[in-house]
Structures are given as C-alpha cells and as structure tokens.
C-alpha cells in the first residue's frame, strides 16, 4: 500500500492532564478519536492526576457527580464543584512557582485552566485542555469525539475490539496504534481480517528532565513537564 494512502489512528479515552507519553501517543497519530461513550470509571485517569510538590507526589482531582451514576459515560458526567480550577491553579502555583519554566508556561496554563473552570461535563474539560496542551507542545494531530463517527447506541451493542476495528473503519483508517494495556482484550487477528494494521505504543526511553523536590519522578501529569522545562517541554517527547 502507498504511503500516500496510510492512516494511523489513536483510540483513547480523554484524561485530566494526562503524563507525557499520553501525549507522545497522540503525536505519533493521523487522526486521534476520544472515546468517551464508554463508561466512567472511577478512581482513575479520566479527572484525575498526579503533580510533584515539597511534599511528594500529590494529586489534582476534578470533583464530579457519581452517586448513583455507576454506569454513566465519561462525556456524561457533570463537574460537582465548580471552583476546582482555582483550587487546583493555587496548588499548582505552590508547587511549581520556583520551577525554571514557571514565568513562561503558568500564565498560558492557568488560562486554559481558567477556561476549563465554566464547564460542567468533565469530558469537555478534557478535550479543551488536551487540544491546548497539544497545540503548546506543536501536536498538529487533528481530534474527534467517537460520536462523529458513529452513533452511541450502535457503539454500545459491538463487543470491545469490534467497536474499534468499525470506528477506525468509519475514520478511515489502515493502521491501529495502540497503548500496551490492551493486550488483554485486544483481538489482532480481527483487525488484520479487516485489513487494518495493529501497532503497539513503547513508553520506553524517555529522557529525565530537570524536576524540583528530589528524586526524578517520570510519570507526573504534562504540568510537571511544562512548568519545569518551559518552552523546551517537547524536546522531552523524543526517546532515545
């Protein structure tokens, strides 16, 4: 097959600020799909992650509506307390005031982070602070939501590797790039049925950064990477 006609596609859930390799991921795509129709999950990455301070690692989590809503899809779930963005900036700042990069990224993070603060679905929240950080970090890779593609209700009758081999499909694309903890769901031989090649991610090799309060920690939310490194930030996506 020509290069010309290839077309790589990440299928990921959004996250709350997600590590670096999160976003090495999305980099390395033609087309990124959120796949937030799925159910939440909780006490996971979809609102919450972890920044380094004085006292070690600690985490920025989004408060949101969960009672009695265990089956409910991440672009569902509502914001339950909507000053979490100026708590979550003032701990940012506490934290991070005296990293190298501070003046240089802080007043652009704390915008979009600000920004953030008026919306009341988490998913929401996500895709605007991912599509920002993405464009800070010069990822020119273009981002969908699932429901672009196909319809919720159709999504929720396919088993799990069905639903992505038919959204890559839709998306039109020949290859699959996939994070490593799939292996224990993923069918390749159903993809390579469908013609689509199935590629997974190494998070290997990530060089260390210059980070505040000991210890190198690798895998802390992109803030960690930004605050510390400025504008230098996407020359810690490259591996060795």
Request: glycine share 4%; aromatic share 12%; hydrophobic share 40%.
């Amino acid at each position: 097959m020509s290069e010309i006609m290839r077309k790589k596609i990440v299928i990921i859930q959004s996250n709350y600020l997600p590590w670096r390799g999160y976003f090495d991921l999305l980099r390395q795509a033609d087309q990124v799909i959120l796949f937030d129709s799925v159910q939440y999950t909780r006490r996971d990455w979809r609102n919450r992650n972890k920044i380094k301070t004085a006292e070690g690692a600690t985490w920025l989590t989004i408060p949101v509506e969960t009672k009695g809503k265990y089956l409910e899809a991440i672009d569902h779930i509502r914001v339950s307390d909507a000053n979490w963005s100026d708590k979550h900036r003032r701990t940012i700042e506490m934290a991070y005031r005296r990293a190298p990069g501070f003046d240089d990224a802080a007043p652009w993070l704390f915008d979009a982070l600000r920004e953030a603060g008026s919306m009341s679905f988490l998913s929401a929240i996500n895709e605007h602070l991912l599509c920002a950080i993405m464009e800070r970090l010069g990822i020119k890779t273009p981002l969908s939501r699932c429901t672009k593609f196909l319809d919720r209700a159709q999504m929720s009758e396919m088993s799990p590797t069905n639903r992505l081999i038919a959204l890559c499909a839709a998306a039109g694309a020949t290859e699959y790039l996939s994070g490593p903890a799939a292996r224990s769901y993923l069918d390749e031989a159903k993809f390579h049925e469908a013609n689509i090649a199935v590629n997974w991610m190494d998070y290997e090799g990530y060089p260390d950064y210059p980070q505040l309060w000991g210890e190198f920690q690798p895998f802390l939310s992109i803030v960690d990477l930004l605050l510390n490194t400025g504008r230098h930030a996407p020359d810690f996506l490259e591996r060795s």
